[in-house]
């Protein structure tokens, strides 16, 4: 498995992120459930490495409740000081009530438009883009301007960026990395 050329980001120490880097990042996932665990670990990103949110992925999946928006959206604060209290998630008071306040945007624009990943089709088009050097582009732009005026936090443009390349949208593996697509 390490003798594959991968991106320069992923640490070839790290096997979670050796599975995430080839199984996941840059490959297409558009079920809803995916859409809305990637969305709430993206947004804990926010000032730290993807690294440190993807070793705490597990810890982060069973303390809230397997990423399942329905029950998130109805956390009070009993279950936010129980989540502030979890050593093994990042415990950030903006970002818990940020994941709680987006699972109910979640669930609204699931109801609006029938599923979250139709909601994207009408910014995405449902095509893939291949790109490398960024960190913002005109698509995560609008996508995070929607977002936002719908409600949703930590959701500026950089992250949505990387939620993009996460969930496949964007493909922005280093030329050199065994996944690369032209």
Known sequence: ????????????????????????WGVANFDDSYLFEMLLLESFQA?????????KREAFRK????????????????????LMANPNIIRNRLKINAAVNNA??????????????????????EQQIVELGKTTSPLSD?????LAKRGMKF??????YSYLQAIGVI????PECFMYQK
């Open 1 to 24: 498995m390490n003798e594959l050329k991968r991106c320069k980001w992923c640490n070839m120490h790290n096997e979670r992120y050796i599975r995430y880097h080839d199984e996941e």
């Open 47 to 55: 000032g730290l490495s993807w690294e440190c949110v993807l070793n």
């Open 155 to 160: 959701v500026g443009s950089t992250i949505v």
């Open 142 to 146: 609008a996508l995070s301007r929607d």
């Open 104 to 125: 109910k945007v979640f669930l609204q624009i699931q109801r609006q438009y029938g599923s979250f990943r139709e909601y994207l089709k009408g910014f995405t088009k």
């Open 63 to 82: 303390a809230f409740d397997g990423f399942d928006a329905e029950t998130i959206a109805k956390y009070g604060e009993e279950k936010i000081a129980e």
């Open 171 to 174: 493909v922005s593996h280093d």
